[in-house]
């Protein structure tokens, strides 16, 4: 765009509006990098430049910086909501939990908001480009929106106790965290806990089979987001469960190796 047409453009109010438009256009293209415009000014961009817009969305996996925290676990812990790191702390890289089948998605919590309970929730509801992209993509059909929370979530005490007994599920497990924060614990390739602290923003997946279970930490609070492709199935198998099909498969594509070098006690 030239210079000119730039001053053309800012010294008329109907024009500046263009001018907004073009740079929300630009602010959409980035989604992938980090800042996102507000709904409102999304709204503005309107019927070609939507489309066009929303196709050139990023929905591209985080790099390995932007990923949550993760560590090694003690097998055994007196608080579930504590950090648990061993002593020294353990770090877990990005592609150990790659290997076990995990993928993420950073997404921009800040700019939207999301009811405290919706179930089912409508996706209509939301303007996020990257997350209808997501949506999209990979077919998920259907999206709830819960508050696990003691003012939220009734019998709270009870369903933090069985949400962290070890399971696994015959689908993937996709959560959107829209608020708050909490814990993944996945078992990895030798078998050992390893913790994921998962935040707002944080659009994780654990692949079908996976043994895993998950907790608030201390703040008591985890607002999310669950997705599903087709009709959700929310059934835990608890371990063992070694002959269960969807097990089956994922050892197949994750085969469980000894580690002589274990750490954990
Ligand atoms: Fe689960």
Request: with cysteine; hydrophobic share 30%; net charge negative.
């Amino acid at each position: 765009m030239s210079t000119t047409m730039k001053k053309e453009r800012i010294s008329s109010p109907a024009k500046r509006q263009k001018v907004d438009t073009e740079e929300t256009s630009e602010m959409t293209q980035k989604v992938c990098t980090k800042e996102a415009p507000p709904p409102a000014k999304r709204q503005k961009v309107d019927t070609g430049e939507t489309s066009e817009t929303t196709q050139k969305v990023c929905t591209k996996e985080a790099p390995d910086s932007e990923w949550p925290e993760a560590w090694l676990m003690p097998d055994e812990v007196e608080d579930q909501t504590a950090d648990n790191k061993l002593e020294p702390n353990v770090p877990v890289s990005v592609a150990s939990l790659r290997e076990i089948g995990i993928s993420y998605w950073k997404m921009d919590a800040e700019n939207y908001e999301y009811p405290t309970i919706s179930v089912p929730w409508n996706p209509k509801d939301s303007t996020d480009p990257k997350l209808s992209q997501i949506r999209d993509n990979r077919g998920y059909s259907y999206a709830d929106i819960i508050t696990v929370h003691p003012d939220h979530l009734p019998g709270y005490e009870d369903k933090i106790k069985s949400f962290f007994e070890e399971h696994i599920h015959d689908a993937e497990e996709i959560r959107y965290i829209v608020g708050g924060q909490g814990f993944f614990d996945v078992r990895d390739k030798h078998d050992q806990w390893v913790r994921i602290h998962v935040k707002k923003g944080d659009l994780m997946t654990l692949p079908e089979g996976i043994y895993h279970r998950f907790t608030t930490d201390s703040t008591n609070m985890i607002h999310a987001m669950r997705l599903f492709v087709g009709q959700p199935v929310w059934t835990p198998f608890n371990r063992p469960c070694e002959e269960h099909p969807s097990r089956e498969k994922f050892l197949e594509l994750h085969p469980i190796e000894k580690n002589p070098d274990s750490v954990v006690v």
